[in-house]
């Protein structure tokens, strides 16, 4: 796909600055970017529209969101982000798809939630979820640290008769279990490579609590629990100023229909309910979200899933507090966490989603064949086990896999590809929004001085206007409404409230003694009329207009 920049590197913060400077300089008229808030370190989070104002404002189109990072070491997402903004105004004067996407709809996105946690993630051997802000941190453990200087904290593994481990003898450099008639023989714990903190002479050691602990995907209002039940959930609902921001940046856009949030790994697509079963949501709803995840199926190759019945395995204690969760279950907008990146697949031992906990030799099985694929594929991300002086354990071995760019983020090699597969599944998403329009506009002469005018509005996207069904339920819908400009009306109200449209989605289909038929189509469209006076020659104006599915407008001679 032909871009500008080149994806086949992670982004730091000034070189998303640079390109989002770039293109706002460059394309005037089709990109804007705004600072949505600093954070604690002193760095932008950017907020970039997409779409021609000549076509009309921002917000008199459909909007979709898009973003990136909320969790800072998923660098994956925010690249993803700038190159589906790069790919759009790249393209936007010579492919039709790009220019028709600007013209028509209004492309919002965030490529990075939490600039100074990525910063941190990509600059510093270290390793966090959100904010590199101390969040009620713990003292004791061993903390994570490059102790061999390059670059990386891999594992460390400390030989101990206590251990859980042992080396494999069948392949070198793995590790498995220890089995229950072990009694003979060197074995480890593993830990992360680093310091012990706080060391008290207790030999029953763990791994420190992060001191970085906050997770902006537990901070957003719908389901938040406090971090007794969740950890990194912040004080209180958005008491991180980052996730305020998203927030209020969303119910600052009305017209926003869709969401895709950035995430790694796994090769997942997420979708809600992510708090309850999907059979207690609106079977309507649940039958758009699987049918818009299979266009991700088609692009990704990505496996679509429920949130709550397939990837939670706690389905008591749930995680919630999520973005996706906020989106659909308090404005009834359609949103999909990406989950971006599958090592697991291309080692050849995918992951089973069921809901429930994975036995750990299936866990361990899947990481000792991603390890054999890193060796062969990206073996500069993959460091031998080598013997290191411990200043607290003595002879210590450090080794394994550079995680962040092999397990939670693809090597820089393949960051492209994950990158354009993404941007085809965003304009594909992003085409299914509600989108009015003015079918016909007729007037006829039924006296003198008098004309009746109909006009017929229908909605031409997959989704109705009130986006789901969920969005009823909220009372968060709002109607169509349409109106009729610069005529004297005699019979019918100036401006008409229709209610909801529905989408192509809700036309019910199937097959009857092996034909295929359409048992119902959608009620996409309806019909208004008035009665107006005026004279032959004269101009009207009629305007339909819905905040999630844009405006549509026409002129018509008396």
């Known amino acids: 796909m032909k871009t500008t920049f080149q994806y086949d590197h992670y982004l730091l913060y000034e070189d998303i600055k640079n390109d989002l400077n770039y293109f706002v300089q460059k394309y005037p008229e089709l990109c804007k970017a705004e600072v949505n808030m600093v954070t604690q370190e002193g760095r932008n989070q950017y907020a970039v529209t997409l779409t021609n104002q000549k076509t009309g404002d921002a917000l008199s189109k459909p909007g979709w969101y898009l973003d990136g990072n909320i969790h800072a070491g998923e660098v994956t997402s925010a690249s993803c982000a700038m190159h589906t903004i790069d790919y759009l105004l790249t393209n936007y004067e010579t492919d039709a798809e790009c220019r028709k996407m600007l013209d028509t709809y209004t492309i919002y996105v965030i490529p990075r939630v939490s600039p100074d946690g990525a910063e941190k ?110 950890p990194g959930a912040g004080a209180y609902p958005l008491s991180n100023p980052e996730n305020k921001a998203v927030v209020d940046f969303v119910l600052a856009h009305p017209n926003i229909g869709g969401a895709a949030i950035g995430h790694t790994s796994g090769g997942l697509l997420l979708y809600p309910p992510g708090t309850k079963p999907s059979k207690d949501a609106p079977g309507s709803d649940i039958a758009s979200f699987k049918a818009i995840a299979e266009m991700g199926v088609q692009e990704l190759g990505y496996q679509p899933l429920n949130i709550f019945d397939s990837f939670m395995s706690d389905q008591t204690h749930y995680d919630s507090g999520a973005l996706d969760d906020w989106f659909y279950q308090s404005q009834g907008i359609p949103a999909y966490t990406m989950e971006f990146w599958d090592v697991a697949s291309k080692a050849g031992v995918p992951r089973v989603w069921a809901g429930k906990p994975e036995e750990p030799q299936k866990t361990l099985e899947r ?40 397990i939670q983020n693809p090597p ?55 986006l789901t069904d969920e969005a009823v339920t909220l009372k968060v819908d709002h109607p169509v409404a349409v109106s009729i400009e610069k005529a004297e ?57 819905q905040e999630k599915s844009g405006h549509a407008e026409k002129t018509i001679v008396l």
């Open 121 to 230: 993630y990509l600059t510093t051997p270290y390793s966090l979820r959100s904010a590199p802000r101390n969040y009620l941190s713990e003292e004791g453990g061993i903390k994570g640290e490059d102790l061999d200087g390059d670059g990386v904290i891999r594992m460390m593994r400390i030989a101990t008769p206590y251990g859980a481990w042992k080396k494999d003898p069948k392949k070198d450099g793995s590790m498995v279990f220890r089995e229950p008639s072990d009694t003979e023989g060197t074995f480890y714990d593993i830990y992360p490579e680093g310091v012990l903190e706080a060391y008290d002479g207790d030999e029953n050691l763990k791994q420190k609590k992060a001191d970085w602990g906050l997770d902006f995907n537990r901070n957003f209002p719908l389901g938040w629990f406090p971090d007794s039940r969740q």
């Open 367 to 406: 990481f000792n064949a991603v390890m054999d694929w890193v060796k062969k594929n990206a073996p500069e991300y993959y460091a031998d086990w080598k013997e290191y002086d411990h200043p607290v354990f003595g002879r210590v071995e450090l080794g394994g896999l550079n995680i962040k760019y092999t």
């Open 489 to 545: 009306v005699i019979e019918g109200k100036k401006v008409n409230e229709i209610g909801s449209l529905s989408g192509f989605s809700r036309t019910e289909t199937g097959s009857f003694y092996g034909n295929l038929t359409t048992f119902a189509n959608a009620k996409a469209k309806k019909k208004v009329s008035w009665i107006i006076k005026g004279k032959t020659g004269d101009s009207v104006v009629i305007k339909a207009a």
């Open 412 to 466: 820089q090699k393949y960051l492209a590809a994950e990158c354009e597969h993404d941007t085809k599944f965003n304009l594909r998403f992003a085409k299914a929004m509600p989108h009015l329009t003015l079918d016909s506009v007729q007037s006829e002469t039924i006296g003198d001085g008098l004309f009746r005018v109909t006009a017929e509005v229908g909605n031409l996207g997959f989704l109705p206007t009130n």
